[in-house]
């Protein structure tokens, strides 16, 4: 395998890990509050289709990607109103929410499928760039590539070192206790949800706007399941969101690799891989009893309801 | 206690709230002065909970209002409650499990946290001096029912705190772990914290407390000085006049063995769980045997052992001469074996379904059921006639289960076992949460199934009813079992040794407990 090879695969393992990572960060924070939200998929479709657009007609991508984190967040807060006011069951929400999402976001974008607009540029740091194997990989991305290194930081100080983190944590485990020491649950709640429709959002333009430029039906291709699989990979650790984005994004160009290698193994059989992995995951943790009680946030998925 | 000058720190005017069906605090008054200790007394459904819900800014009453030093204010939440300089210990701990000591504390005080460091030294230091040392980094998981409490009251301690609210305190606790708490709260009170401490134990209330307010059907029925009522005038006032509050039975010892377990050691899989360690017991027919111990020392695993949910090795558990170890639940109930577990709902009814269908549950044994089919017209009998016979407060066999309150419950799962007649009960916490009328009731039935010769194991918290009804009697800790002496032979102090861990020390009498 030569260098080139290399290069190439590390720099589009970090390109599709991208959208992976920025989504499962939301998720991640999301489910940290207890809540529960499968309509990743839903959130992001509308991002990518409303930044598509949003880019097309004005020709400013900077405005497609906000109108698309905000489409994530407006999607996120119907999840949140539902489950958090009228304590509907988080499961069947999220799950309606993929659904109205795939649908919605197919019908506005019906006259926009297979049109062309200028996507993200990559943008090259002088100096590290070129540097051998990992300099393509690194510092030969675009700005929302750079931009998920600084939100996985961020998110990592946020729920290892900062207060409203211990917070949060504190209000997935036990919401009632938390209430009872007067910790604002519903805000809490709220905020999670959104940082998770933002992220939703931020990834599905992602998508639209820089991946591959153009806007498809259905284009997120099942990213937001997998972002969900990744969750549980990483076992609610934001450390470990980072390396699985990156080895599931990986799994996906895999069959390229295999190509460039001269196998030809059918890119199914390869997409395979991250839910096999996460299966894994899911069998190891679930060996040791201990361990399993502890790494779930202990009222993930439990509506809460104020009391008196 | 002297009448003090100033202000009281917080009077109580006119509370009422209520719950939709229920008044649950009507017109209360409350007085509190500053370094008092006070009780409020009451039975389970007297309107003590919301009445510190409303004090601890959790519930909005519906008339009424505070005062606080003198002046009238509106708690809003419990963040404002803190504030002001109120702490409350609650009866189920409002901690994070998977959080430290230090961080728990960090969040219940909000932006005056400051650092996780100089807050962990405070902590530390806060906790030596009122003796009741945490150790800040430990994970909550970690940490014993009793060490729980100390961290929800160091919890308070670590605030400038002017009123501390303890919500039935010792009911998780040794009576050795009693008389420590009982020391703290007296050098708090002694620097000027007032005290409202909530229970329904009336010696407690006795030894410590300077005035009580007693609690009936949500009104005030009374108020004294405990130091100079006995305990029978206030059960009086917390029951009223008509209820028989207490009485003694006889103690037997039975001869034949029924229940057999030998060398009984079990592996817990749940990580908070614990290991039984060589279990030995024998239960004669016609005796109760009653076993003491803290929450979480392994009677879950000892009762999931018997009831047949967790299978063992089949010759460590007999009934009379049949090994049952890998028989199932209800292998075992058509032996003869009657369970009535430690939750209410979810183990011991199913929450959703009326009260036939959980009569059926486990009465499908003895009838209720023929060639495969129901036969409902005798469930139906069968749930009234339980209903009739252990005065079950309920509109009728419809109702479903969770909307009888706990006590009502209870008794109607006990009298669904008893009636069955059974040859072997296993009772945990009969009696937890009844009130002391249908405790007595319930007393009373397994007397009764005792004198027809059943053999019945209580598993209990409470070390009065143990020595009330228990014609043996033994504790459990970290998963051994103590021996087991005739009750009148033992003593509160030797049991609360045993439920400590000490079983071989000789039962010499020392300090008795105020």
Same mark, same amino acid.
């Given at each position: 395998?030569?260098?080139?090879?290399?290069?190439?695969?590390?720099?589009?393992?970090?390109?599709?890990?991208?959208?992976?990572?920025?989504?499962?960060?939301?998720?991640?924070?999301?489910?940290?509050?207890?809540?529960?939200?499968?309509?990743?998929?839903?959130?992001?479709?509308?991002?990518?289709?409303?930044?598509?657009?949003?880019?097309?007609?004005?020709?400013?991508?900077?405005?497609?990607?906000?109108?698309?984190?905000?489409?994530?967040?407006?999607?996120?807060?119907?999840?949140?109103?539902?489950?958090?006011?009228?304590?509907?069951?988080?499961?069947?929400?999220?799950?309606?929410?993929?659904?109205?999402?795939?649908?919605?976001?197919?019908?506005?974008?019906?006259?926009?499928?297979?049109?062309?607009?200028?996507?993200?540029?990559?943008?090259?740091?002088?100096?590290?760039?070129?540097?051998?194997?990992?300099?393509?990989?690194?510092?030969?991305?675009?700005?929302?590539?750079?931009?998920?290194?600084?939100?996985?930081?961020?998110?990592?100080?946020?729920?290892?070192?900062?207060?409203?983190?211990?917070?949060?944590?504190?209000?997935?485990?036990?919401?009632?206790?938390?209430?009872?020491?007067?910790?604002?649950?519903?805000?809490?709640?709220?905020?999670?949800?959104?940082?998770?429709?933002?992220?939703?959002?931020?990834?599905?333009?992602?998508?639209?706007?820089?991946?591959?430029?153009?806007?498809?039906?259905?284009?997120?291709?099942?990213?937001?399941?997998?972002?969900?699989?990744?969750?549980?990979?990483?076992?609610?650790?934001?450390?470990?969101?980072?390396?699985?984005?990156?080895?599931?994004?990986?799994?996906?160009?895999?069959?390229?690799?295999?190509?460039?290698?001269?196998?030809?193994?059918?890119?199914?059989?390869?997409?395979?891989?991250?839910?096999?992995?996460?299966?894994?995951?899911?069998?190891?943790?679930?060996?040791?009893?201990?361990?399993?009680?502890?790494?779930?946030?202990?009222?993930?998925?439990?509506?809460?309801?104020?009391?008196? | 206690?002297?009448?003090?000058?100033?202000?009281?720190?917080?009077?109580?005017?006119?509370?009422?709230?209520?719950?939709?069906?229920?008044?649950?605090?009507?017109?209360?008054?409350?007085?509190?002065?500053?370094?008092?200790?006070?009780?409020?007394?009451?039975?389970?459904?007297?309107?003590?909970?919301?009445?510190?819900?409303?004090?601890?800014?959790?519930?909005?009453?519906?008339?009424?209002?505070?005062?606080?030093?003198?002046?009238?204010?509106?708690?809003?939440?419990?963040?404002?409650?803190?504030?002001?300089?109120?702490?409350?210990?609650?009866?189920?701990?409002?901690?994070?499990?998977?959080?430290?000591?230090?961080?728990?504390?960090?969040?219940?005080?909000?932006?005056?946290?400051?650092?996780?460091?100089?807050?962990?030294?405070?902590?530390?230091?806060?906790?030596?001096?009122?003796?009741?040392?945490?150790?800040?980094?430990?994970?909550?998981?970690?940490?014993?029912?009793?060490?729980?409490?100390?961290?929800?009251?160091?919890?308070?301690?670590?605030?400038?705190?002017?009123?501390?609210?303890?919500?039935?305190?010792?009911?998780?606790?040794?009576?050795?772990?009693?008389?420590?708490?009982?020391?703290?709260?007296?050098?708090?009170?002694?620097?000027?914290?007032?005290?409202?401490?909530?229970?329904?134990?009336?010696?407690?209330?006795?030894?410590?407390?300077?005035?009580?307010?007693?609690?009936?059907?949500?009104?005030?029925?009374?108020?004294?000085?405990?130091?100079?009522?006995?305990?029978?005038?206030?059960?009086?006032?917390?029951?009223?006049?008509?209820?028989?509050?207490?009485?003694?039975?006889?103690?037997?010892?039975?001869?034949?063995?029924?229940?057999?377990?030998?060398?009984?050691?079990?592996?817990?899989?749940?990580?908070?769980?614990?290991?039984?360690?060589?279990?030995?017991?024998?239960?004669?027919?016609?005796?109760?045997?009653?076993?003491?111990?803290?929450?979480?020392?392994?009677?879950?695993? &000892?009762?999931?052992?018997?009831? %047949?949910?967790?299978?063992? /090795? +089949?010759?460590? =558990?007999?009934? *009379?001469?049949? !090994?049952?170890?890998?028989?199932?639940?209800?292998?075992?109930?058509?032996?003869?074996?009657?369970?009535?577990?430690?939750?209410?709902?979810?183990?011991?009814?199913?929450?959703?379904?009326?009260?036939?269908?959980?009569?059926?549950?486990?009465?499908?044994?003895?009838?209720?059921?023929?060639?495969?089919?129901?036969?409902?017209?005798?469930?139906?009998?069968?749930?009234?006639?339980?209903?009739?016979?252990?005065?079950?407060?309920?509109?009728?066999?419809?109702?479903?289960?969770?909307?009888?309150?706990?006590?009502? &419950?209870?008794?109607?799962?006990? %009298?669904?076992?008893?009636? /069955? +007649?059974?040859? =072997?009960?296993? *009772?945990?916490? !009969?009696?937890?949460?009844?009130?002391?009328?249908?405790?007595?009731?319930?007393?009373?039935?397994?007397?009764?199934?005792?004198?027809?010769?059943?053999?019945?194991?209580?598993?209990?918290?409470?070390?009065?009813?143990?020595?009330?009804?228990?014609?043996?009697?033994?504790?459990?800790?970290?998963?051994?079992?103590?021996?087991?002496?005739?009750?009148?032979?033992?003593?509160?102090?030797?049991?609360?040794?045993?439920?400590?861990?000490?079983?071989?020390?000789?039962?010499?009498?020392?300090?008795?407990?105020?």
């Amino acid at each position: 395998m030569d260098i080139d090879l290399i290069t190439n695969i590390l720099y589009a393992m970090i390109r599709t890990g991208t959208p992976l990572l920025i989504v499962a960060l939301g998720e991640l924070i999301c489910e940290k509050s207890g809540v529960l939200n499968l309509g990743q998929e839903g959130m992001m479709l509308m991002g990518a289709v409303i930044g598509f657009i949003v880019t097309l007609l004005s020709g400013s991508l900077l405005l497609g990607f906000m109108l698309a984190i905000i489409a994530g967040v407006l999607m996120s807060l119907i999840f949140g109103l539902i489950t958090m006011e009228l304590s509907a069951n988080q499961v069947a929400t999220g799950l309606a929410l993929t659904i109205f999402g795939t649908g919605l976001s197919a019908f506005i974008g019906s006259d926009y499928v297979g049109k062309p607009i200028e996507g993200l540029d990559p943008i090259f740091i002088s100096g590290l760039t070129d540097l051998p194997i990992i300099g393509r990989m690194l510092f030969g991305q675009d700005l929302v590539v750079y931009l998920s290194f600084i939100l996985f930081a961020a998110a990592y100080w946020f729920v290892n070192y900062s207060r409203p983190g211990l917070v949060l944590k504190a209000v997935g485990e036990n919401p009632h206790a938390a209430n009872a020491i007067g910790l604002p649950v519903f805000k809490t709640r709220y905020l999670a949800i959104m940082f998770g429709g933002a992220m939703a959002g931020l990834a599905g333009g992602y998508l639209s706007l820089a991946y591959t430029p153009l806007w498809a039906e259905n284009m997120t291709a099942g990213r937001g399941w997998i972002a969900l699989a990744l969750v549980v990979f990483a076992s609610w650790k934001v450390g470990r969101v980072l390396l699985g984005a990156w080895l599931f994004g990986l799994a996906s160009i895999l069959h390229l690799v295999f190509q460039g290698l001269g196998f030809s193994v059918s890119p199914n059989l390869l997409a395979i891989l991250p839910y096999l992995a996460t299966v894994v995951v899911l069998v190891i943790l679930s060996s040791n009893q201990a361990r399993s009680r502890l790494v779930a946030p202990m009222s993930l998925g439990n509506p809460f309801y104020a009391k008196g | 206690m002297k009448q003090n000058p100033s202000p009281p720190r917080l009077t109580l005017r006119g509370i009422s709230k209520q719950y939709p069906g229920c008044l649950a605090n009507d017109d209360i008054h409350l007085d509190i002065a500053p370094a008092e200790i006070h009780a409020l007394l009451g039975e389970n459904g007297a309107g003590k909970s919301t009445l510190m819900k409303v004090i601890y800014g959790l519930v909005k009453p519906d008339y009424g209002e505070l005062l606080w030093d003198g002046l009238p204010i509106e708690v809003k939440d419990p963040a404002h409650a803190r504030k002001l300089g109120i702490g409350m210990v609650f009866q189920h701990f409002s901690l994070f499990e998977t959080l430290t000591v230090t961080e728990n504390i960090a969040l219940a005080l909000g932006d005056d946290a400051g650092e996780l460091g100089p807050l962990a030294e405070k902590i530390r230091s806060v906790s030596e001096k009122y003796g009741m040392a945490i150790n800040p980094d430990r994970e909550i998981h970690t940490l014993s029912v009793g060490e729980r409490q100390r961290v929800e009251i160091v919890r308070c301690l670590v605030q400038n705190i002017k009123l501390l609210i303890l919500d039935e305190p010792t009911s998780v606790l040794t009576p050795q772990e009693v008389d420590t708490l009982f020391v703290t709260l007296r050098q708090l009170a002694h620097e000027g914290c007032s005290i409202l401490f909530i229970s329904h134990k009336l010696n407690e209330v006795k030894a410590l407390c300077h005035k009580a307010t007693v609690l009936r059907a949500g009104k005030v029925s009374g108020e004294c000085i405990p130091a100079e009522e006995d305990t029978t005038s206030m059960a009086k006032l917390m029951v009223g006049d008509d209820t028989p509050i207490s009485t003694t039975y006889p103690k037997k010892l039975g001869s034949t063995p029924l229940l057999k377990i030998s060398d009984l050691n079990l592996t817990s899989d749940d990580p908070f769980g614990v290991h039984l360690k060589q279990i030995n017991l024998t239960v004669n027919a016609g005796e109760i045997v009653g076993i003491a111990g803290v929450a979480g020392n392994g009677q879950e695993e &000892l009762l999931a052992s018997l009831s %047949g949910e967790q299978r063992c /090795q +089949n010759d460590t =558990i007999h009934f *009379a001469d049949t !090994p049952v170890g890998k028989l199932s639940p209800d292998q075992r109930r058509q032996w003869g074996l009657a369970f009535v577990p430690e939750e209410r709902l979810g183990r011991g009814a199913v929450p959703e379904m009326s009260l036939t269908e959980n009569a059926l549950l486990t009465g499908f044994l003895s009838g209720l059921v023929s060639k495969g089919m129901v036969a409902w017209h005798k469930a139906e009998a069968f749930a009234d006639e339980i209903i009739a016979q252990y005065k079950v407060k309920t509109p009728g066999r419809h109702a479903q289960a969770d909307s009888l309150s706990g006590g009502n &419950l209870q008794k109607f799962i006990i %009298g669904r076992e008893i009636m /069955q +007649n059974p040859r =072997i009960l296993i *009772a945990a916490h !009969p009696t937890w949460g009844v009130d002391i009328g249908a405790a007595t009731a319930i007393h009373k039935a397994l007397i009764k199934l005792r004198d027809q010769g059943a053999a019945i194991l209580v598993v209990s918290e409470d070390i009065d009813e143990l020595f009330l009804i228990s014609d043996r009697i033994g504790a459990i800790c970290d998963g051994a079992l103590s021996p087991i002496k005739p009750t009148p032979e033992s003593s509160i102090q030797e049991l609360g040794r045993m439920m400590a861990g000490d079983f071989n020390s000789p039962t010499c009498e020392q300090g008795a407990t105020p």
